[in-house]
């Protein structure tokens, strides 16, 4: 039987039967990315980098749209965030020479990395990576030692909140909202696999 309601029609709901959503759920895998419960300390250390760092007296509106963001995705982790795609880099010069680090986040991605480029008269620039971290969802995780991304977050922190150290945030999808209702549930740490 159907109901007409404002030239609309309506089919009965029985409150006793699940909606199909809720069926079409059951089963499913939730995709996380391939950290290590051990990760969890990292990125918990950049949380609190990323909210130091919105503190610097040089911070413009646009890079604390670009901060807020990225804490957003930070804080869902180990579950990917839809529509992040976005990237903070501190960069420092000396002479010639340039150095960098660099946090990337995106739906499908994590990743810390760090280098430079060195100049060489009548040579040029030749460009390097010194270190790099990468996570991806559906199980994907370098294999980097604990102490290694500890010093690197560590270093990051530091620089990241050094007005002297230039900071860049790039937001790929700038026009995109996210949904900033998605919370990441409490236990999701504890789905991971341990270092053994």
């Given at each position: 039987?159907?109901l007409?309601?404002?030239?609309?029609?309506?089919?009965?709901?029985?409150?006793?039967?699940?909606?199909?959503?809720?069926?079409?759920?059951?089963?499913?895998?939730?995709?996380?990315?391939?950290?290590?419960?051990?990760?969890?300390?990292?990125?918990?250390?950049l949380?609190?980098?990323?909210?130091?760092?919105?503190?610097?007296?040089?911070?413009?509106?646009?890079?604390i749209?670009g901060?807020?963001?990225?804490?957003?995705?930070?804080?869902?982790?180990?579950?990917?965030?839809?529509?992040?795609?976005?990237?903070?880099?501190?960069?420092?010069?000396?002479?010639?020479?340039?150095?960098?680090?660099?946090?990337e986040?995106?739906?499908?991605?994590?990743?810390?990395s760090?280098?430079g480029?060195?100049?060489?008269?009548?040579?040029g620039s030749?460009?390097?990576t010194?270190?790099?971290?990468?996570?991806?969802v559906?199980?994907?995780?370098d294999?980097?030692?604990?102490?290694?991304?500890?010093?690197?977050?560590s270093?990051?922190i530091?620089?990241l909140?050094?007005?002297?150290?230039a900071?860049k945030?790039?937001?790929?999808?700038?026009?995109?909202?996210?949904?900033?209702?998605?919370?990441?549930?409490?236990?999701?740490?504890?789905?991971?696999?341990?270092?053994?």
């Open positions: 039987m159907t007409s309601h404002s030239g609309k029609t309506v089919e009965p709901h029985d409150d006793n039967d699940e909606s199909d959503d809720a069926d079409e759920g059951k089963g499913l895998a939730v995709e996380r990315f391939g950290f290590l419960r051990e990760d969890r300390h990292h990125i918990q250390e949380i609190a980098g990323v909210r130091r760092a919105l503190k610097r007296k040089s911070v413009t509106p646009q890079q749209c901060l807020g963001k990225l804490l957003h995705g930070l804080q869902r982790l180990p579950l990917p965030t839809p529509g992040i795609n976005i990237s903070v880099t501190i960069g420092s010069r000396t002479g010639e020479n340039l150095f960098y680090q660099s946090v986040l995106s739906e499908s991605s994590f990743e810390l760090s280098g480029a060195e100049y060489t008269p009548g040579v030749d460009s390097h010194s270190f790099s971290f990468l996570v991806e559906g199980g994907f995780r294999n980097c030692m604990f102490t290694e991304i500890e010093d690197w977050i270093g990051f530091k620089s909140c050094d007005e002297d150290q900071l945030v790039d937001d790929e999808d700038e026009g995109l909202a996210l949904d900033w209702h998605e919370e990441a549930v409490e236990d999701d740490w504890d789905q991971l696999d341990s270092e053994h």
